[in-house]
């Protein structure tokens, strides 16, 4: 059975920052993509981050380019996200994702719709 388990959210000022971790089992995560996925209550949930191995091949969205980091290890199975220079705008659920197999190149996709496996959810908060 294929879990993804979703922690390290928080409340946290403007200008702060937080690291979440996601730790999956039931799956080798080096075979497949991985990304961080984020929704705010009446819009659509958007992409944050994908990364498609341990060293290469990440996306990002646009609105947190330079502040936000994807990054995972294969050996642990776990996929992190670095999180800084946090606005409110940044206030959100987050959930991390997975899909495979991975592509042999290119970045992983952008669009929930191709991933199939889901954490139940972190909520990150940030206030001015």
């Known amino acids: 059975q294929v879990q993804l388990v979703d922690s390290g959210g928080g409340s946290v000022q403007t200008g702060g920052s937080l690291r979440l971790s996601c730790a999956a089992s039931?799956?080798?995560?080096?075979?497949?993509?991985m990304a961080w996925f984020r929704q705010v209550p009446g819009k659509e949930r958007e992409v944050v981050a994908s990364i498609r191995t341990h060293r290469s091949s990440t996306n990002y969205g646009d609105s947190v380019k330079g502040r936000f980091t994807i990054s995972r290890d294969d050996v642990q199975n776990a996929l992190y996200l670095h999180m800084n220079s946090l606005t409110p705008e940044d206030t959100a659920m987050y959930y991390c994702a997975a899909y495979g197999p991975a592509p042999g190149s290119g970045v992983c996709s952008a669009f929930d719709s191709m991933y199939n496996y889901w954490g139940q959810g972190t909520q990150v908060t940030v206030s001015s």
């Open positions: 039931g799956i080798t995560a080096s075979n497949y993509c």
